[in-house]
């Protein structure tokens, strides 16, 4: 049996949701690779959520705060004119786009705001790169009284000026970060650094399924609600589960939200979409997955973008959320044992998709999702007629018009 | 050597009645050419320790001067191979003085650690800082640098509490690093009274030298530390010192020099 499969039968066997395990491992990726500073916080974090997440009361608390606040469940909706433009399967879209905040971001920062405020923490700060995660965090800061610095390179600061202005609006200090590419790895690196100057009373709220173990895990479990629902929703609808889930893949919160709740589902097939930039033969993508090799950043051992020396690569999507070398570590375990298949998509590819979609749909789509919206044609024609497929429609486009004018050559 | 050379350089200034002078350089900064030269000065100075950084594209734990001495090696084509041949160039001219790399895991995991182990051993080097890997995760390049007699130095912090101590110390060699401040390199400023009690409970739990480092930038400062500890390590203050002579068109290599011959002379217990 080839290694592939052997680990794929053996996982099975085992059970996804054993993963990671206590040291934060999805096999050889993962773990706590932070400064000794930083251990003492990520270990008190760690066993701060592991009581949460069992806790009744806390978890009735998150729960009422996703559905008056945030507006959960999110639909989940029959996308005809898309599924008969492609002729296969069904297509469904998971309305996280509709959100308030208008993206899945806010699931996890409600999440952690609450895990915050239960250790005693009076400080958040975030990096953000499209800056979705920036305003979901800087809406709950609002919302619970906590001040809240916002770290952004300072080229997206630059791309994605709208949702600064969100953030300053919503009263967070926004400090774009000149270091190294400017985007979204230096703004957790520079996030990092402050919560090495201030480990007492700062908490550091990720926006993504990567960093240090227990983050990978606890926003891919609050994030998890989005899969939940669509069982739900896709057993009402349907009466049986999707053929396919499909996602964009950046860090990788809005691909696990939707996937894990599926894994241990053998019949259903993951699809997770990486940003391949200018062209998957050049040096501008932000595919880690189809790009990289694996090796420790901010935290984890996962796929990187990387030089023979182990030097970090600049990572390029027109997309701000997807512009990182990296990608979650669970992800990675998803590639290496062969559950999940990867995909990409162009910038150029985007671009169309998000234009389909809004002429047919009437939905403007970020143009983090249009990447998996990119490759639904030839998933639902794989899966084929009578078959579901279902697509994480994780935020809205309004962000993205500026750039999006731009690269049609438009003036606004 | 190698392990000894360390402990043999806190044991000579301690019979000196003084702390080890623990002089951190990143490879290949301002310049390939003038780093040597500037090591080389250090040690003229009275550096009894050298650190050599290897640059990462993404140092999480430095502060602005160390993150713009990375990006200039790297600019100037320095990689953790690079970094080897430099340390072997110094060891081929200073046979007494410890040598440590200081850096990422990643660079090191890219190379191979057992690749990396022999590497370092055949150039000379005497012990390992991995920023990043905590005891949790540096087991398989502890057993490999242990295999070719190389320290592996881990840092304890003002937030590792009496519980976690004993795990961060297991398995150390030469001596343990206490960084004296919370925070990123070269950027707070110590605060020797504060750290006094942790830095007495952190040797008499590992039995080894205590350097301390991160906020030392004057003589003032390296005096008053050199009072509570076995050594003191000095990164940022050198690496400014060094890069502002190279922009001012001075002598690097001069600089150096009387930077460690002021900081030596603080060493000295009162």
């Keep these: 049996m080839p290694q592939r499969a052997a680990n794929l039968a053996e996982t099975r066997k085992n059970n996804w949701d054993q993963y990671p395990d206590e040291n934060g491992k999805f096999g050889q990726f993962g773990g706590r690779f932070v400064a000794e500073t930083l251990m003492p916080n990520i270990l008190a974090l760690d066993e701060a959520y592991q009581f949460a997440k069992n806790d009744e009361a ?30 296969g399967a069904k297509i469904y879209f998971k309305r996280e786009e509709l959100n308030h905040t208008g993206a899945h971001k806010i699931n996890n920062c409600m999440g952690q705001i609450l895990l915050a405020m239960r250790m005693g923490k009076t400080r958040i ?37 709208p949702n600064v202005f969100r953030m300053k609006l919503l009263g967070a200090e926004v400090r774009p970060v000149t270091a190294g590419t400017q985007t979204l790895k230096d703004a957790m690196n520079e996030a990092l650094r402050d919560w090495v100057s201030n480990p007492d009373d700062t908490f550091y709220i990720i926006g993504t399924a990567a960093g240090p173990h227990p983050y990978p895990a606890m926003v891919r479990d609050f994030q998890s609600v989005i899969g939940n629902e669509t069982k739900v929703q896709m057993l009402e609808m349907e009466g049986r589960l999707p053929d396919a889930v499909v996602a964009c893949i950046g860090g990788g ?31 501008k993508h932000a595919a880690a997955m189809a790009g990289g090799r694996p090796g420790v950043l901010h935290g984890n051992r996962t796929y990187l973008l990387q030089d023979d020396d182990g030097q970090i690569l600049d990572a390029h999507s027109i997309s701000a959320g997807l512009d990182y070398p990296g990608v979650g570590p669970e992800l990675s375990f998803l590639k290496d044992t062969g559950r999940a298949t990867y995909l990409s998509t162009t910038d150029d590819e985007a671009l169309e998709a998000f234009q389909l979609c809004s002429r047919l749909e009437g939905i403007l789509p970020a143009l983090e999702p249009s990447h998996a919206l990119a490759r639904i044609g030839e998933i639902a024609r794989e899966i084929g ?8 429609l994780s935020g809205r486009g309004d962000k993205d018009i500026f750039t999006i004018a731009e690269a049609l050559g438009n003036k606004i | 050597m190698t392990v000894a050379r360390i402990s043999s350089a806190f044991a000579n200034a301690a019979s000196q009645s003084r702390a080890a002078l623990v002089l951190y350089v990143m490879a290949g900064d301002p310049t390939l050419e003038k780093c040597e030269e500037v090591l080389d000065a250090l040690v003229e100075g009275g550096a009894d320790i050298i650190e050599l950084g290897f640059p990462f594209s993404d140092p999480m734990a430095e502060g602005p001067s160390i993150q713009l001495a990375s990006q200039r090696a790297l600019a100037n ?189 603080a060493t000295q217990k009162d």
């Design chain 1, 58 to 87: 806390f978890k009735t608390e998150l729960s009422g705060y996703l559905k008056h606040y945030v507006g959960r469940p999110s639909p989940l909706y029959f996308a005809e004119r898309l599924t008969a433009h492609y002729g």
């Design chain 1, 125 to 161: 700060i975030a990096e953000t790169g499209a800056g979705q995660h920036g305003v979901a965090t800087a809406t709950v800061c609002a919302r619970f009284g906590l001040p809240c610095v916002v770290y952004m390179g300072a080229k997206d600061v630059a791309r994605q000026s």
């Design chain 1, 253 to 283: 919160s809005n691909a696990l939200g939707l996937f894990h709740p599926f894994l241990n589902d053998d019949s259903v097939k993951i699809y997770g979409v990486e940003a391949a930039g200018l062209g998957l033969d050049t040096d």
């Design chain 1, 385 to 392: 007629k009578g078959g579901l497929v279902v697509l994480n």
């Design chain 2, 77 to 265: 084509g320095v990689t953790l191979k690079k970094t080897l041949a430099i340390a072997q160039n110094f060891r081929a001219k200073h046979s007494q003085t410890g040598l440590i790399l200081m850096g990422y895991l990643n660079p090191i995991e890219s190379m191979g650690y057992e690749v990396f182990a022999k590497n370092a051993a055949n150039a000379g080097v005497d012990g390992v800082i991995v920023v990043d890997a905590p005891p949790e995760e540096d087991g398989e390049l502890r057993e490999c640098l242990k295999a070719n007699d190389i320290a592996i130095i881990r840092l304890a912090a003002p937030t590792t509490d009496a519980a976690r101590l004993p795990k961060v110390i297991e398995g150390v060699e030469g001596f343990v690093y206490y960084v004296s401040v919370a925070g990123v390199t070269g950027v707070k400023a110590i605060d020797v009274a504060a750290i006094k009690e942790k830095v007495a409970i952190v040797k008499a739990a590992a039995n080894l030298p205590v350097a301390i480092g991160f906020g030392i930038r004057t003589a003032e400062a390296a005096h008053k530390t050199s009072q509570i500890a076995d050594g003191i390590v000095i990164g940022a203050a050198v690496v400014d010192s060094v890069f502002a002579a190279h922009q001012n068109g001075q002598n690097c290599a001069q600089v150096a020099r009387e930077f460690a011959m002021q900081m030596r002379a």
